[in-house]
Structures are given as C-alpha cells and as structure tokens.
C-alpha cells in the first residue's frame, strides 16, 4: 500500500473544462501526504451540469463503476463533485474499503459544526426542493435556515464570477439578516473560489461545497489508513456478492473516463 492517502475526485458531468481549477484548488490545500487525482466523464451525451434530476439519473450509474474503480486501484477515498450528492448511497454500497464522500453531506456537517443555523445559496429556485430532501434526510433540516437563490444556472457560475459574487453576497446578507443564519454554504461545486471574499464581507463562515468534500475525503481516507475504519459491509451495508456480480458482467467495462489529472 502506498504510503500517501489517495483520493480520487469525480466530476460527474461530460466536460473537463473545470478538472484543472478544482485540481488546482485542491493542490493548494491538500496535505503533502495526499495525492488527489481529477477525471471526468468520457460520455459524449453527457451535458454540462445537473441542475435536473433527469440528467442526474444518466450518471448514476457511472458514479457506482466509478466507486467499484477506486476500490480495485486502491484509492483511500472518492469524492462525487456535485452539491446533489448524485448515487451516493449506491455508490457507497460498492466501494469495497474506499470511503465515499460528496459536497452536501460534507457541507451541512462541517457547518453544524460551526454555527447552529446555516443557509444554503443555491444557483436556482428549481434546486431548492431537491438540496432540502437532502438536508433533511441527512439529519440537518432543523440547522438549515433558509436557501436563497441567485438566479444564476451552474453551468455560468464561473462565466462572470464579479456578477455572482455579488449576487452571492446579496443574498447571504438576505440569509444572515432576515432568516437569521450564522453561516453560509455554497450550494454548487461550480461556485469555487469565491468563499474567501465573501466570507471576509460577512463576518461568518463561508463553506465552500468542494474545499469541505475534499478535505472530508482527505481525513477520513487518512483514518482509513491509520485505524483501519473503513466502511461496514454488514447488514444494510452489505454490497453484491462477487460471484453474482461476475455472473451479471455488469463490471466487465470499466467506468467511461476521460480527462484525468493528478496534484
């Protein structure tokens, strides 16, 4: 086994344009003793985000070949770069001793910590009752003070990142003043490299969705490593038999991966 933690980072969509930024991102932040390797989606059909559950549903099943991936080479964890968390539990199921790890899940339990109510910022109005399914059947829905939307789609977070920001910050002084939230969360992965500034025009703390699902997978692939607490296998946990899984041939070709890039 290698001596560095290695996580693998999926961006679940079919374009690589935002694996070298999120590499870069997390390069500057990881841990001299983590290797973080960045892939894509090879899928020609696949489109740019996943602002629909319709799109969401396409790519399932390649976050389960993906998981099932990063077991047999041997990563410690694996990240699902989107805010919807899309197969994570399926995913989870057929990881074999790879920890799972995505964005919202990370996002609300790492803000839990750190303030007792929390508003999510969201690109659209549309995303609002999905991102509240997931708060909830996380556990968090009694934090969560509000989601406010900016009006933004995923796909042009980056496009005019002066314009989101300050939306962005419109509408966290919307969440902290009227909802009464003590901290923020960005709600997409596309809405990197703008927690600083407005965490510093805020005064709370700014979570952002990638920093927190990277640094999530970091620690608990380094406590894989150090006590061997890896994920259960037992009773609901349980994954497929191998033999059956064989039987299917439904792991013969492995996951469509295109782009891939290590920091």
């Not at 995923?154 to 939306?167: F, G, S």
Request: proline fraction near 5%; include cysteine; aromatic fraction near 8%.
């Amino acid at each position: 086994m290698s001596q560095k933690t290695r996580v693998l980072w999926v961006n679940p969509v079919g374009v690589s344009s935002y694996d070298a930024p999120m590499g870069e991102l997390m390069g500057g932040v990881k841990s001299p003793d983590t290797d973080v390797d960045i892939v894509s989606l090879s899928t020609a059909a696949l489109p740019n985000h996943l602002e629909y559950r319709t799109y969401e549903a396409l790519i399932v099943a390649d976050m389960v070949r993906l998981a099932r991936m990063a077991d047999v080479e041997g990563y410690d964890a694996m990240v699902i770069g989107c805010f919807y968390d899309p197969g994570l539990e399926d995913a989870r199921e057929i990881s074999g001793g790879a920890v799972v790890v995505a964005p919202c899940q990370a996002s609300v339990q790492i803000a839990a910590n750190l303030a007792n109510r929390f508003s999510i910022i969201i690109g659209q109005e549309k995303w609002a009752v999905q991102m509240r399914e997931r708060v909830d059947a996380y556990g968090y829905a009694h934090n969560l003070a509000s989601m406010r939307a900016i009006g933004i789609g995923a796909a042009d977070l980056q496009k005019d990142c002066d314009l989101t920001a300050e939306r962005m910050l419109e509408a966290g002084r919307r969440a902290i003043e009227e909802d009464k939230a003590e901290a923020l969360i960005l709600g997409c992965t596309c809405s990197f490299g703008l927690h600083e500034t407005l965490q510093r025009e805020l005064g709370v703390p700014v979570i952002d969705p990638i920093l927190a699902a990277f640094k999530m997978a970091e620690f608990l692939g380094g406590l894989r490593r150090r006590f061997d607490w890896s994920p259960s296998r037992r009773w609901s946990c349980a994954p497929p038999s191998e033999a059956e899984i064989e039987s299917f041939g439904i792991f013969a070709s492995g996951p469509p991966v295109g782009n891939k890039l290590r920091y």
